[in-house]
């Protein structure tokens, strides 16, 4: 059996969106290409449809990746986690004492880690030597650019 596949209710929801817009949409528009390409003639010497019989293969990929992490998901609640403990689902603030402003993230499960939007996982190194810590603890972490010690601010449950 596959591995387990932790999300949010939420993050399984993108991922069946994500998943039938692909099936419905996508599938239509690679089927229609290679119809288009095949009409050129010769197909051993027919860069369209080389390259459209390449865009079908990367879209069934995708779209197997999608339904095996449906068939496999785990819905995580985060509203189950314990108050001021940082752990999946928690929004933690911590400074860096070499810096002038402290940072806020959310630790999610691994598949909804998004940097840009300060998710990061609970797997990463920061995610992973936080979680258990709380409020006022402090947090030695090591990273390429060497050991960072952060201290814990404030931890909230997400919303």
């Known amino acids: 059996m596959a591995d387990e596949v932790m999300l949010t209710k939420e993050g399984f929801e993108k ?27 010769d197909l051993s010497e027919n860069a369209e449809y080389d390259a459209a019989k390449n865009e079908q293969a ?40 070499e810096k002038s402003e402290p940072d806020e993230y959310s630790i999610v499960v691994p598949a909804e880690a998004d940097l840009f939007a300060n998710k990061i996982s609970s797997e990463s190194a920061v995610g992973h030597a936080l979680i258990g810590h709380k409020v006022g603890d402090t947090v030695e972490v090591e990273l390429p650019i060497g050991k960072v010690v952060y201290e814990i601010i404030a931890v909230e449950l997400m919303q």
């Open 15 to 41: 991922v069946k969106a994500e998943y039938e817009h692909l099936v419905t949409v996508e599938r239509k528009e690679v089927a229609e290409r290679l119809k288009e390409a095949r009409a050129f003639g």
């Open 58 to 97: 990367e879209l069934e990929e995708k779209i197997a990746k999608l339904d095996l992490m449906m068939r496999n998901a785990k819905i995580v609640d985060y509203s189950t986690q314990t108050k001021g403990i940082v752990n999946v689902g928690t929004t933690v603030v911590i400074k860096d004492p």
